[in-house]
């Protein structure tokens, strides 16, 4: 692999874990309005929205570790 393409992968490594970290942070969000707003249901929905926040924790925190993860290993280090 030349030093350039190395160079893009990791770029795109940290892009993509990033894009994670947004991402279930942006989800994190719409679960709260859903759960605090009239955005779905009048009075807001616990039932809907405080899964959907967790989903959003978890993916936020955890994803990065798993891509990271399973790039370690593909890498073979």
Known sequence: MTPADED????????????????????????????????????????????LALAGLVVSFLGPRYLARKWRSQDGR
């Open 8 to 51: 893009t992968l990791w770029r795109n490594r940290f892009i993509t874990i990033n894009l994670v970290r947004i991402g279930g942070t942006v989800v994190v969000l719409i679960a709260l309005l859903i759960w605090h707003t009239d955005m779905i249901v009048p009075r807001g929905s616990l039932v809907l929205g405080l899964p």
